[in-house]
């Protein structure tokens, strides 16, 4: 399946899942549950039914991560953290199905240079590049990611910085440019990420 012009891009249902469970451990069970009631009934139906290979809008996750950013009460640096942890977790969960077997296999630099293959997989919209791969730091950019994909530069800085540390490095720093608050998602947006 293929995005077209004018229909909102789709993505794997396991992240928009994933993301949801991660929803009990920032703001415990009640909380979470209250949200998840309020959010659109087509969102509402993805994060409680959808099945990991299920095709899902891309807005279902934007509707989780708003609510994640929104957790850090404008502190910008606590809700970058805080995607950034949503991010890791989503990958957790993914390392329980198709994730595990990859990580055993890849180098640091294998797995960063194979992240846009799994975003082309896993998304029929948005594009993410790899601008520079060394020995020890990767630079992505995402481009076609304006609409809908609201805070996606932290989630998949998240996404990364587990397979790196799963197969065993240390994040010793990580970047992400074009993204903010009041700018959650800007085509172009930029991540760097440094490991030992």
Known sequence: MSATQGQECQMRGYAVVSAAKYLPELLGAVEAQRVINGFSPDTRRTVTAAKPAE?????ALSEVTRVVAAHANGDEDRARETLVACGRYMAHEASNTFLRLFL???SAQMLCKKVPELWARDFT???LEVLDLTENKVIYRTTDMERSFDHFPCTITG?????LTTIGKTIENYKIHDWSLSRPCVSGASIELTWA
């Not at 996404?159 to 397979?163: I, K, N, S």
Request: cysteine-free; glycine content about 18%.
């Open 55 to 59: 095709w899902v809008p891309v807005s």
């Open 125 to 127: 919209g948005g594009k």
């Open 104 to 106: 055993k296999l890849v």
């Open 159 to 163: 996404f990364v910085t587990f397979g």
